[in-house]
């Protein structure tokens, strides 16, 4: 390593006990998406004491924020970015507070630098779990001029380089007329029949689409009383696919099912996405072999092969806006089961805490050089334009 990555390294541990802190308080209050106060306020007042400017509530978001600290002189921007939500009943199953923490870290560790040309970020996500506050952030132009954005998740395995499933997320309502279910039944349209006919029709649909597709729904409304014929019902169904654009013709196939499903029963059929689409995550690859070789120098040589992650990730609506990067790191051993009590509480381990070192020094190694190598800045937009 040259000098100011050795510099980088002495900021790690210097900084090692406060992230850690960071991490820990976060871990121990765990908060479901957009209720992160208590997360976004820790992270803001660390970023804040280490001479950032931070505004909190962007894009309309609550419990999102931007930090920011400006070099010596103008250069690229790079953002890194946090997640601190929690999940229901489990606290941080996936290792969120360790996400926020690193970042926070790695750009605290950056800004120490009298060499730094450019712009530092630090871009609070909420709701990664549920909603995907980064498609609210991406749609409001939070990463206009943003030359790269970078982040790490806890994991099983060492993976710099994955792709994601595409998202849509559809509620299905069906429409018929109420009637007494003996004494009228004739007058009746059942709304539930027309779900029924629907996952009859997905299953069939099942049958012919490739394996890599996923479809899976379930009934949310189906009536209220048994003597009453149902007027109306829903569904809500996950359809997944690698690329969008194969997304989008599965999506039609799904909604002509559903279309033929309640005219066989003269029921009527609406329906609109009840939460944010995700796009598949495109990794830039001339990043992440950036974050390999400095996980390298770290002194980790155990890593994966690509992968494609079989669920779907906010990041990567980040990923078709600016060149980004979403490897996994090994929590502990890598046996814990990630949205399990067990890894929330090794993500409070002291393997959390080695975790949070190693993730913070790796990304803040990986800003510096896009900050400082023209050459790989190039290389990454050149990439980035031809698969976008």
Same mark, same amino acid.
């Given at each position: ?161 994955? @792709?994601? +499933? *595409? &998202?849509? !997320? ?13 004494? %009228? /039944? ?96 495109? @990794?830039? +690859? *001339? &990043?992440? !072999? ?13 890593? %994966? /092969? ?83």
């Amino acid at each position: 390593m040259d000098a100011i990555k050795e510099f980088f390294r002495d900021q790690a541990q210097y900084l090692r006990k406060e992230v850690w802190e960071v991490a820990r308080q976060i871990g121990e209050h765990p908060e479901l998406g957009y209720k992160e106060y208590f997360a976004s306020e820790v992270l803001c007042d660390f970023l804040k004491k280490h001479g950032f400017e931070v505004k909190r509530g962007i894009a309309g978001v609550e419990t999102a924020f931007l930090a920011r600290f400006s070099g010596t002189s103008p250069g690229p921007r790079i953002a890194f970015m946090a997640e601190y939500d929690a999940l229901p009943g489990v606290g941080h199953g996936c290792g969120h507070n360790l996400i926020g923490a690193a970042s926070a870290g790695a750009a605290v560790i950056l800004s120490k630098s009298l060499e730094v040309a450019g712009e530092i970020l630090v871009i609070g996500s909420p709701a990664e779990e549920t909603s995907g506050a980064k498609v609210t952030l991406v749609e409001q132009g939070i990463f206009k001029d943003v030359d790269a954005a970078i982040m790490f998740h806890p994991g099983s395995q060492n993976v710099p380089v994955i @792709t994601s +499933l *595409a &998202l849509d !997320a559809l509620e299905f309502t069906f429409h018929g007329r109420a009637a007494h279910s003996v004494a %009228a /039944s004739n007058f009746g349209i059942n709304a539930l029949d027309a779900v029924i006919n629907f996952f009859v029709g997905i299953n069939a649909l099942k049958k012919q689409i490739p394996h890599d597709m996923k479809v899976n729904g379930i009934i949310t409304e189906g009536g209220t009383a048994p003597n009453i014929i149902p007027d109306r019902a829903v569904a809500q169904f996950y359809i997944r696919a690698r690329k969008r654009k194969d997304l989008d013709a599965l999506r039609a196939q799904v909604i002509r099912c559903a279309e033929g499903a309640a005219a066989m029963v003269s029921a009527k059929m609406t329906w609109e996405k009840f939460e944010f689409s995700y796009d598949e995550m495109h @990794t830039n +690859l *001339a &990043l992440a !072999a950036c974050f390999s070789k400095n996980l390298k120098h770290m002194g980790v040589h155990q890593i %994966a /092969s690509p992968q494609t992650a079989m669920g779907s990730v906010d990041m990567g609506n980040v990923s078709r806006a600016v060149p980004a990067i979403h490897p996994y790191l090994t929590l502990g051993t890598g046996t814990e089961v990630p949205h399990t009590r067990d890894f929330a509480q090794a993500a409070l381990s002291p393997d959390g805490e080695s975790l949070v070192v190693l993730a913070m020094l790796t990304l803040a190694l990986t800003g510096w050089d896009v900050l400082s190598d023209k050459k790989l800045l190039q290389q990454m937009k050149r990439e980035f334009l031809s698969v976008k």
